[in-house]
Nanobody, 123 residues
């Protein structure tokens, strides 16, 4: 059964840090690229970061220098370390995976999705 499970969300004050984790199982086990997206109330789901099995990474401009994506291929887990959090980072964060290497950072490029984990940053 293809499945992605996020964890690590919570509430933090501006300037604080959180680390999100995403565990892959089933058909998502062999995915080449894993990514993180986020969706705030009333807004579209936006790209945050992605990482290939090789370790190559890609970030949205809004999080560059603050967020770091990494993965443990042996454990089939991807992480998102979030530092210097801002209120505008508040959203539900979703883990996603695809067997290929996406040419664009869009929702439609990913095949598997987790249920999301809430991140709330207070000012």
């Amino acid at each position: 059964q293809a499945q992605l499970v996020e964890s690590g969300g919570g509430k933090v004050q501006a300037g604080g840090s959180l680390r999100l984790s995403c565990a892959a199982s089933g058909r998502a086990f062999s995915s080449n690229t894993m990514g993180w997206f986020r969706q705030a109330p009333g807004k579209e789901r936006d790209f945050v970061a992605a990482i290939r099995r090789s370790g190559s990474t890609n970030y949205a401009d809004s999080v560059k220098g603050r967020f770091t994506i990494s993965r443990d291929n042996a454990k089939n887990v991807v992480y998102l370390q979030m530092n210097s959090l801002k209120p505008e980072d508040t959203a539900v964060y979703y883990c996603a995976a695809t067997s290929g290497i996406p040419l664009r950072n869009g929702v439609r490029e990913y095949d598997y999705w987790g249920q999301g984990t809430q991140v709330t940053v207070s000012s």
